[in-house]
């Protein structure tokens, strides 16, 4: 790690705790983070940074487990199993914590690109390209008029319904790293169609993240089609 991604790290780390101690006294968040609260004083208010081994275990660690609190406690379910989640994906200063808390707990390699499915994956798209300083692209379910050249995949769905994405040719190179994100992961299909393109692309998969995971049928679905790492924020059974 470099000067420069250590200083990130601990600037990253200092948002978390800020955001944690919107609603925690320092007593209450030295308890959660097991720092004592002097320390977490001059953090919050930007007299000193942690140490790298502290930031590192403030994102990936408690980070990793606080921001999962906080998004349980955004998304709504209702009786059919419908997920809301317009109270995480509409904020994106919610998902910029989110980038580097992902980034650190399931060590996924720097992407080239950042692939999602339109339209409420763009937003946590945004947020982990930002972090990772890369480029993002979407796939949609119909073609944009002024391009020429489509990877296009196809499947039908479980329901019957046929279902196809399309990526203009020139956002993935051959070669390039692809870290495959969307807001929800259930059956595992739009990821499956996700990575499917990715392969049409030649790229090189560098790992499947989902904000929300609707049991575990989508990540084992994923599981089964790369080797990087797959994993998601915060999982609830159906």
Known sequence: MNRAEKATLQLQSVAVLRMLKETRTYDELAEVTGLPAGDL???VNGHVLPSVERARDIVGGVGRDELADELEARIRVDDEGYVDNSGVVFDQSFLDLVA???AEAFDFDRPDVV???ATDGITLG???AGYFDARVAYAKKSKETAVEEFIESR???QSGIELTYYLPASAIDAGETVLVVDDLIRS???QEL???IVDRAEGVVGGVFALIAAGDEGLDRA?????APVGALTTFEE
């Open 155 to 157: 499947q039908r769905l």
């Open 115 to 117: 692939l999602t499915a």
């Open 194 to 196: 996700l990575l499917d």
């Open 223 to 227: 599981k089964g089609r790369t080797d």
């Open 41 to 43: 004083n001059r953090y």
């Open 100 to 102: 580097p808390v992902a």
């Open 126 to 128: 945004a947020a982990m």
């Open 188 to 190: 595992g299909e739009t």
